[in-house]
């Protein structure tokens, strides 16, 4: 019997459908039969909180994340995740406000990139997640030397996201854009890529990228499912 897990979404809602259908598929691939994770969600209005990003009101979302872990607490959870990365943010000051597990995304990817021999990440995310070291720092302290784009192309990658990504719009023009950044981060020493927004899998794969490709919503359902049943990845 596994323990209760809390996810905390809808930022964006397409980041959340996809950690579901994960989260269901490893549990169904681990267990087989009928199996499902037994798991509560709350999923926020993600206009509000991508407002406040964008007016660096990150103390608003900070203390507004922290309520709806503790809720999510109350509720029967007992490992919370966060399903998006660049919430990560304030993810340590929500863990100082639970008396459970959060289970960190940039935490099991660098676990994930140093078990695999990769040293030198190449990191394609929101602005936020490229260019603060609440994501970056975490890597670093895996020994782990992240390599981003260069500025003109993180802003068009953070409209990207946000205009298309979030709202579950897919192109053939952004796929090729984000095919040439990878290709790009490869030509400048990257041995690895990390899908560092939980949207960019829609785009990027190890089928159209030079580089091994780590998709951070995989890897964080991993070690959600992991830390859910009590076994280390």
């Known amino acids: ?15 959340s459908q996809l950690y579901y259908a994960e989260l269901c598929r490893l549990t169904q691939a681990r ?19 991508e407002q406040w990003m964008r007016e660096g009101e990150w103390d608003s979302i900070r203390d507004l994340l922290i309520r709806e872990a503790q809720m999510l607490e109350r509720a029967g959870a007992e490992v919370i995740a966060l399903a998006t990365n660049t919430m990560h943010k304030v993810a340590d000051n ?10 960190h995304i940039a935490e099991a990817t660098a ?3 140093v078990a695999k021999g990769h040293r030198r990440p190449g990191l394609i995310a929101t602005k936020f997640t490229m260019e603060q070291s609440f994501y970056t720092g975490r890597l670093s302290a895996n020994a782990l030397e992240t390599l981003v784009p ?14 298309e990504l979030c709202k579950g719009i897919v192109t053939e023009e952004s796929r090729a854009t984000y095919i040439k950044v990878a290709a790009d981060l490869a030509f400048d020493g990257a041995d690895s890529l990390i899908l560092g927004c939980t949207e960019v899998g829609l785009l990027l794969n190890e089928s159209n990228t ?11 359902c991993e070690a959600i499912i992991d830390a859910a049943f009590n076994e280390s990845n």
């Open 210 to 220: 030079p580089l091994p490709v780590f998709d951070t919503t995989t890897i964080h």
């Open 111 to 113: 676990a994930s990139l």
């Open 94 to 103: 929500i863990q100082d406000h639970l008396s459970v597990s959060l289970v």
């Open 1 to 15: 019997m596994g323990k209760r897990i809390g996810l905390l979404g809808g930022m964006s809602p397409t980041s």
């Open 31 to 49: 267990f087989g039969g009928l199996s499902s994770p037994d798991l509560i969600l709350r999923s926020l209005d993600f206009a509000p909180v």
């Open 150 to 163: 260069e500025r003109g192309s993180r802003s068009l990658l953070n409209g990207i996201i946000f205009d």
